[in-house]
């Protein structure tokens, strides 16, 4: 090889490692900015659950596997008898308490006695009720949860304060949801994350 052909030789390699090096640099760079966001926006979740494992409610949901976080401090409950309600030894000391039913394929079987256990509950022992689900709205309404209609297309429904608060579709819209997470969530998980940062945005409880 004579020495033209080197030098060329040795600056094409020179150009090949700078672009590989630049390259290596943009896609850490890249990836770098990426977890930072995603660092950011899931944090939104991370705050929202700690704001309600906070605020020293017994959380626990009835019907459908709840799809949350598992630092969400909640348990699942299958009947509204004293002894599921009161729970085992293990439930932490708490100052209230927060009833999540979950229906979001419209399979849960609940009766009308059902839900005037459930109103009880809201109206005289101040428990927190979330419904996630539509397709037992009109039996709520019936039983005497709502005083006007309701919006076509509701999925969820929360009341506080004795019955005093309450907000129609207040987990219907994932948007509220960060991106970067909501893109990796399944449609059963998305009301429940919508129900956790609602919860910590209009502080409910």
């Known amino acids: 090889m004579n020495a033209k052909r080197l030098i060329v030789t040795l600056v094409f390699i020179a150009i090949l490692l700078g672009f590989i090096v630049w390259m290596t640099d943009v896609f850490i760079q890249d990836a ?60 932490p000391e708490h100052l209230g308490h927060m009833l999540i039913i979950n229906d ?31 397709a037992q709205l009109k039996t709520m309404q019936d039983t005497g949860y709502f005083f006007d209609v309701y919006p076509e297309g509701t999925h969820s429904v929360v009341f506080w304060n004795y019955g005093k608060g309450q907000e129609i579709g207040f987990a219907d819209d994932p948007m509220i949801i960060p991106e970067v997470v909501r893109e990796t969530l399944t449609s059963d998980q998305l009301p429940v994350y919508a129900m956790l940062l609602q919860m910590h945005e209009k502080q409910y409880i």
């Open 32 to 91: 770098g900015r990426k977890n930072k966001i995603w660092r950011e926006q899931s944090q939104k979740v991370t705050d929202a659950i700690t704001y309600i494992n906070s605020r020293q409610l017994d959380v626990m949901y009835y019907g459908e596997d709840l799809k949350a976080p598992e630092s969400f401090s909640v348990r699942h409950i299958y009947n509204f008898n004293q002894d599921s309600l009161r729970g085992d030894e293990n439930v």
């Open 104 to 134: 979001p394929a419209g399979s849960l079987k609940m009766t009308k006695e059902d839900w005037l256990d459930v109103l009880h509950l809201l109206k005289h022992e101040a428990y927190v009720i979330v419904y996630l689900g539509s």
